[in-house]
């Protein structure tokens, strides 16, 4: 059986909802099934665990991919993502727990994307340029002014855009 893949005017609806959502439970599992929705639109990606658990923790997704045409793909099969659909910004405690997940993966992964439908602290966002520098882990920061442009660009192309302004542009 074939899903159907969800409409732009489907996601916004799905993401507006998960985040106007005031139970705390609900509104994690709304953020949930809107990204797992936006992934439906992404032909090059295959969904390999949902909430995979380590002694260390759980991250939400891990994606397989086949893609080169981009260098971020290129450092590796499979991405890692974690969504919070949160008040309060990520701080560099939260980045850091995702690294630590990641390097548990060993050599499957070096890569992630948190999404949030907040954004980060400074601290956050040095803990992000830290990581990248010293330990080769490179986490793209989704934030909450982006996820509109993460539907309308699709989760490929904005990952990449991203990626390209946090390195090389450092905004």
Not at 8 to 37: C, I, M, P, S, Y
Not at 58 to 80: G, Q
């Amino acid at each position: 059986m074939v899903e159907r893949v969800p409409t732009k005017e489907e996601l916004h609806q799905l993401l507006d909802d998960a985040v106007r959502e005031r139970d705390n439970t609900k509104k994690g599992w709304k953020f949930e099934v809107f990204f797992e929705n936006l992934m439906q639109r992404e032909k090059d990606f295959r969904l390999v665990a949902k909430h995979p658990r380590s002694e260390l923790g759980e991250i939400d997704y891990v994606y397989s991919h086949d893609l080169v045409a981009h260098h971020f793909w290129k450092l590796s099969p499979y991405i890692c993502v974690e969504c919070k659909n949160w008040k309060e910004n990520i701080s560099s405690t939260e980045i850091s727990h995702l690294a630590d997940l990641i390097r548990d993966k060993e050599l499957l992964t070096c890569c992630g994307v948190y999404v949030t439908s907040s954004s980060y602290d400074p601290s956050a966002k040095h803990a992000i340029n830290q990581l990248r520098i010293r330990d080769r882990i490179l986490i793209v920061p989704v934030e909450g002014k982006h996820l509109t442009h993460l539907v309308e660009k699709g989760f490929k192309d904005f990952i990449q855009q991203l990626c390209e302004e946090k390195i090389f542009k450092k905004t």
